[in-house]
């Protein structure tokens, strides 16, 4: 192992599962229209600008103050049970993970580099799609929203992550050295917080859009030169 490592969110980066928390969001906000005391849809261009970033209980809080409601504990927290008991039955359903991504990670592996995760999704969700994409083998640091207390955009997540990773390798990691491979504004924002530089990937938003919040924006994680990751990184060239 090297002195770098690599820190992906998992939602738009590793799983293509954005959609799936879209259409369970508004499922949920349907089915509590009456306690809400509206009814609440959240278009794509209102999630993926606005939401996206967010856990479950952030996001629904966010939703229904930006509707002129205040939601109590009790009631966030029964949208949030209710949103995960649909996630779990629907996360095997379409799910596949994104383009590059299982390139990325296996080189990365082939070049020793520690590779975590940081996600605001649960820990059940990631680790049921890690073993089903067969990517559970590569990543000895999974950050959840179970594991923190302030979800992205702060940068608590990632700086857990990177910590976590850094104790595996006696603490011989360097930040200078090290990327968060991120798809949202808010993300990048967590990822630069803990002192990261971010590969940014359009599958959220525009290039355009990604240029703006990355170090190294890209379309997509296919289009990522792995010989130029490495020297991002600062690992020796292969002869």
């Known amino acids: 192992m090297g002195d770098c490592c690599v820190i992906f969110d998992f939602d738009g980066v590793i799983a293509n599962t954005e959609k799936l928390h879209l259409a369970a969001y508004n499922q949920v906000l349907l089915a509590a229209s009456k306690a809400v005391g509206r009814v609440i849809q959240i278009t794509p261009e209102r999630y993926f600008s606005r939401y ?30 209710l949103k995960d008991k649909i996630m779990d039955g629907r996360i095997g359903e379409s799910p596949v993970p994104m383009p590059g991504v299982n390139e990325l990670i296996k080189h990365l592996a082939s070049r020793n580099v520690l590779c975590g995760i940081c996600s605001g999704a649960r820990r059940q ?21 179970e594991d923190v207390t302030r979800s992205k955009p702060d940068p608590q997540g990632y700086c857990l992550a990177f910590d976590r990773l850094n104790a595996q390798q006696n603490g011989n990691l360097d930040k200078a050295k090290s990327l968060v491979i991120e798809d949202t504004e808010g993300g990048a924002a967590a990822a630069h ?16 859009a990604v240029r703006k919040w990355a170090d190294f924006p890209f379309a997509h994680l296919l ?14 060239a292969v002869l």
């Not at 996206?52 to 949208?79: C, S, T, W």
């Not at 799609?129 to 999974?142: E, Q, S």
């Not at 020297?231 to 020796?236: A, D, F, N, V």
């Open 52 to 81: 996206i970033v967010f856990g479950n209980y952030e996001g629904f809080r966010l939703m229904l103050q930006d509707q002129g409601v205040n939601p109590p504990r009790a009631l966030l927290d029964k949208l949030c049970e």
């Open 125 to 145: 969700e990631i680790t049921t799609l890690l073993k089903a994409f067969t990517l559970d083998g590569y990543f000895p640091v999974i950050v959840s929203i």
């Open 193 to 208: 917080g803990a002192e990261l530089r971010v590969l940014g990937v359009a599958t959220t938003s525009g290039l355009d």
């Open 223 to 236: 289009d990522v030169p792995l010989q130029q990751l490495d020297q991002w990184l600062g690992l020796p």
